[in-house]
């Protein structure tokens, strides 16, 4: 076994694979770009060393450098997890021309699985079944095209170095052919540098089902069954699962010894993936190969009672496989869903997605078992930067059979508590309590499919929610009264004074406070009277936000009767900065809750997931009439750069047209015009950086909607 590995990645797969190695006894070596100098794979790491800014082709997809600390550190081994440069035959090479151990197949498997062109025509004449397409050199775009029309539509494009649904499209009409192809491209030269391109049939409402499996130096090769990571956005998964629902024995095994085939007819070593597209029927097709350690490796783990890391170190190091095929069992059920940094919101067809990033304010995980695992590379307080995937952690289950499974997935993801930049924590929630996922009925196109019935929704907020989130501000509001700082001895703030008490006792008069919260298009006015101690009784009063209007003066009416509750509780402080138990009693009716107060918002915890409620800002405080909220200036919704510029000012523009496009975390995002409008104004260009507070483009002014 080595001594010492380098682990050239980040995040939470290089956590995983340092903990791993040191499990074994091995020192680890982390590298780390200028912006990641704090992240946990560093803090966890025997030794961590710099290798430049926060770009990747200048810190994790630099070689020299990475080759550098391998010297330096003396690393006998590097183990590159997945992304940046796990499928990187010239850096495998390197590494033997180095005398390091790459961990991972020889540098001709890499080449001829990363080729989606030569590694479908590997796969045919090995007996692996695979779907018609073009797969050769030729990347004329009228040639492609005239391809695309032989092959017939919809065709999916895939960039020949493809990989994490990046420089994927699907033109289904020839009219759209050179737009998507020109996506596709634009797409793949950004995150390979290398854009050309193979066309295949796309299979309507295919499965996506994959086989894990391992080769040693000693001619041993196996399969560790499939997954399914059928649901997907983007071209991306979101949540897999092991074993795939409905499969048969038979066909199990069939796809278990098709993807062995595969991996023997490259001479592959180590770990790797083989996935297939399967239809209806229940039969699959090649697809390619990933040639590396899976971001879903973990329900592999969960069902077959293995370590895939440890197994990597040990081939790597020379020994022969652990098991044989036989050897090999599959027990119970597993899930893992990947928790995102996202905006996840209600469009008219069903979700959209959108990456976000920010600090981590409030970070808390469902607690960790041998059945319930987190695998994570960010604590609270970390930062979610926009220069890398925005995933935060990957939840990952294991029960005796898959309701049981899809049960613990549930209640796990509702105790994944985190504020800061938005999550996708609600949106796997309700992907995992559909009744079609629940059967098992899942395809590639799912989300689109299922479309409205996996949003939100608008929910007024109920009673119990408007005044737990009142108790917590109230309590809030006690503690700040009768706790000051150390050493704050400025008026007022006397925790012995007889004038802090929570009674409030005045002769004749009953103590009053009022909270002003917001739900949706209306202002709950919450007038709290003191009748104890943190007890109080509440006058709950929705009010419309109205309309400036110089016709009437008059305030608006409520929207309904007030609604009455005696509310009490208290309050302790979790651990972290910024987290608070509360305990309620809503009307007599008790419940234990977390609660979390940033920015606007009330964030509330319960078993039944998340609640957020705004807190009323007057106008002069948040800037009313600010170009934002007039709905004439376009702001991006994530961190990115600017890639091109559709529009300039004079433009007449239609709604969904597309004004720019953004790349962020390695994915290009359109921004599209909200409405038909004029363009005044454009305040970016291509090359930019921007923030989500950058205006981009405002439009000539229109008659304004503004709230009071």
């Known amino acids: 076994m080595f001594r010492k590995v380098l682990v050239a990645n980040r995040g939470e797969i290089a956590c995983r694979v340092i903990r791993t190695a040191q499990r074994l006894g091995v020192k680890t070596v982390a590298v780390y770009s200028e912006p990641d100098g704090d992240s946990l794979h560093v803090r966890e790491a025997d030794e961590a060393y710099c290798i430049g800014p926060a770009a990747s082709d200048k810190s994790y997809l630099n070689m020299a450098a990475i080759m550098d600390v391998a010297r330096r550190s003396g690393a006998q081994a590097i183990h590159p997890g997945y992304g940046f440069l796990s499928e990187n035959a010239t850096f495998a090479r390197l590494c033997e021309k180095e005398g390091v151990v790459f961990i991972g197949p020889p540098p001709s498997a890499i080449e001829d699985m990363g080729l989606k062109n030569k590694s479908k025509i590997i796969m045919s004449e090995a007996g692996v079944p695979v779907i ?8 004329a775009v009228s040639y492609l095209r005239e391809q695309a029309n032989h092959i017939g539509y919809p065709v999916m494009l895939k960039a020949v170095m493809g990989g994490g649904g990046k420089g994927m499209r699907i033109a289904r009409s020839d009219d759209e052919f050179e ?6 491209k634009d797409e793949a030269m950004s995150a390979f540098n290398d854009d050309r391109m193979i066309l295949e049939k796309f299979v ?33 998964k979101i949540i897999e699962e092991s074993p795939a629902p409905g499969l048969t024995d038979d066909i199990r095994r069939e796809i278990g010894e098709a993807a062995v085939r595969a991996a023997k007819a490259v001479g592959y070593v180590g770990a790797g993936t083989v996935e297939f597209l399967m239809d209806s029927q229940k039969k699959f097709y090649f697809m390619e190969m990933n040639t590396r350690l899976q971001v879903e490796h973990p329900v592999t783990e969960m069902v077959t009672n293995t370590d895939l890391v440890e197994w990597q170190l040990k081939v790597a190091a020379g020994e022969k496989l652990p098991v044989s095929q036989a050897e090999i069992g599959l027990h119970g059920h597993a899930f893992e869903a990947r928790v995102y940094a996202e905006k996840t919101e209600d469009g008219p067809n069903g979700p959209t997605f959108m990456p976000s990033s920010g600090n981590l304010f409030y970070l808390s995980p469902p607690e960790t078992t041998k059945d319930v695992r987190v695998e994570t590379g960010v604590v609270e307080g970390d930062e979610v930067l926009t220069f890398y995937d925005p995933m935060i952690a990957k939840l990952v289950v294991w029960a005796p059979d898959r309701q049981q499974a899809l049960d613990k997935l549930r209640q796990s993801l509702r105790r994944y508590h985190i504020v800061g930049p938005s999550t996708n924590i609600g949106f796997l929630d309700r992907l995992a309590g559909h009744h079609e996922f629940a059967a098992g009925r899942v395809n590639t196109d799912f989300i689109p499919q299922q479309g ?36 704050d001895t400025t008026p007022g703030t006397d925790a012995f004074s007889p004038f802090q008490s929570n009674s409030a006792a005045r002769f004749n008069v ?14 709950v006015n919450v007038r709290a009277d003191v009748i104890g101690e943190n007890n109080f009784q509440l006058r709950i009063e929705r009010v419309p936000k109205s309309k400036k209007s110089s016709k009437s003066k008059a305030p608006p009416a409520p929207v309904c009767a007030a609604e009455l509750c005696e509310a009490s509780g208290s309050l302790s402080r979790l651990s972290g900065k910024h987290g608070w138990s509360l305990n309620s009693r809503v009307d007599g009716t008790m419940q234990k809750l977390t609660a979390v107060m940033h920015e606007d918002t ?27 909220q007039s709905g004439n200036v376009v702001f991006p919704p994530m961190n990115g750069k600017v890639i091109k510029v559709f529009c300039k000012a004079g433009d007449k523009v239609e709604k969904d047209s597309v004004l720019i496009v953004i790349e962020a975390m390695k994915m290009k995002h359109e921004i599209l015009a909200p409405r038909d409008a004029v363009v005044a104004q454009v305040s970016t260009s291509e090359g930019n950086q921007v923030t989500d507070k950058t205006p981009l483009v405002t439009f000539v002014e229109e008659e304004s909607d503004e709230v009071d």
């Open 132 to 139: 018609e397409g073009y797969h050769a050199d030729e990347q």
């Open 179 to 184: 737009w998507q192809l020109q996506q596709a």
């Open 204 to 236: 309507e409402v295919p499965r996506h089902v994959e086989v894990q499996v391992f080769a040693d130096t000693h001619g041993n090769t196996v399969y560790l069954f499939e997954r399914d990571c059928s649901v997907q956005r983007r071209h991306q």
């Open 452 to 487: 409205r019935s996996l949003c939100a929704g608008v929910r007024q907020l109920s009673k119990e929610s408007i005044s737990q989130a009142a108790l917590f501000l109230l309590l809030l509001q006690n503690r700040s009264l009768s706790q000051p700082a150390a050493g």
């Open 510 to 523: 009953q103590p009053t406070r009022h909270v002003r919260l917001a739900d949706g298009d209306s202002f």
């Open 602 to 628: 009330v964030h509330l915890f319960t078993e039944d997931g998340e609640v957020q409620v705004g807190v009323y800002t007057p106008g002069f405080v948040a800037g009313s009439g600010s170009l934002q």
